[in-house]
């Protein structure tokens, strides 16, 4: 499988905006993009989800092109409690086997 | 609501000792899976559920096996323990799947920390 590639690392400033991107160029068709945030010893948590153009709720928005090849995760105003490590899921063909995290990005945030 | 519930949350095995780790959720979810996650890296979908009774295999199921005799429960049983499969392991659950594999919200659990000495 291809991998689905995140930036390693971020730094950022409380009040800033962030965004993350995502590479995955195996995008399935039909499949949607989904970030995830996860603090140290925990489960990762739903941030966003979207299948094209632009989605946002009351914590991010995601920003996908045309092609769906990337994907970018903006955060709006960060404080220091979004210091974490931010994942995208695609599927990257047919059937659950396909299902991928990305590498990773471990955001921080410093006063 | 309690979410996802995983027991243990740390353990640790000798080389062939076999266990079982333990996944519940009470949302009345249709979909399950277990994800093995190693330092510093994402997460592998070990195997999933699409509801109880029918089970498949995800992108790392060498090692491991699964049941899904109720909605509730789905527990991952290791045979033979081996070094590889020192990790954290999580659990979730999803309600409705959206068209692909990647469109539906997962809840997960806390993880359950292993150690194969």
């Known amino acids: 499988l291809a991998k689905t590639t995140q930036p390693i690392s971020m730094d950022s400033y409380e009040g800033q905006e962030v965004n993350i991107t995502c590479s995955h160029n195996?995008?399935?068709?039909?499949?949607?993009i989904t970030w995830y945030q996860q603090f140290p010893s925990q489960g990762p948590r739903f941030i966003i989800q979207?299948?094209?153009t632009k989605v946002t709720n009351e914590v991010a928005s995601l920003f996908i092109p045309a092609d769906r090849k990337s994907s970018t995760l903006s955060l709006p105003r960060v404080s220091l409690s979004d210091t974490a490590v931010y994942y995208c899921?695609?599927?990257?063909?047919?059937?659950?086997?396909?299902?991928?995290f990305g590498t990773g990005t471990r955001l921080l945030v410093s006063p | 609501n309690a979410g996802v519930t995983q027991t243990p949350k740390f353990r640790i095995l000798k080389i062939g000792q076999s266990m079982t780790l333990q996944c519940t959720q009470d949302?009345?979810?249709?979909?399950m899976y277990w994800y093995r996650q190693d330092p510093g890296m994402g997460l592998k979908l070990i195997y999933y559920?699409?509801?109880?009774?029918?089970?498949d295999k995800g992108e790392v199921p060498n090692g491991y096996n699964v049941s899904r005799s109720t909605t509730e429960d789905f527990p991952l049983r290791l045979e033979l323990a081996a070094p590889s499969q020192t990790s954290v392991y999580f659990c979730?659950?999803?309600?409705?799947?959206?068209?692909?594999?990647?469109?539906?919200?997962?809840?997960f659990g806390p993880g359950t920390r292993l150690t194969v000495l």
């Open positions: 195996n995008i399935a068709t039909n499949d949607y």
């Open positions: 559920s699409v509801g109880a009774g029918i089970t």
């Open positions: 979730a659950s999803s309600q409705t799947r959206l068209q692909g594999a990647g469109g539906n919200e997962q809840f």
């Open positions: 979207g299948y094209k």
């Open positions: 949302m009345n979810h249709n979909y």
């Open positions: 899921l695609v599927g990257e063909g047919e059937g659950f086997q396909k299902l991928v």
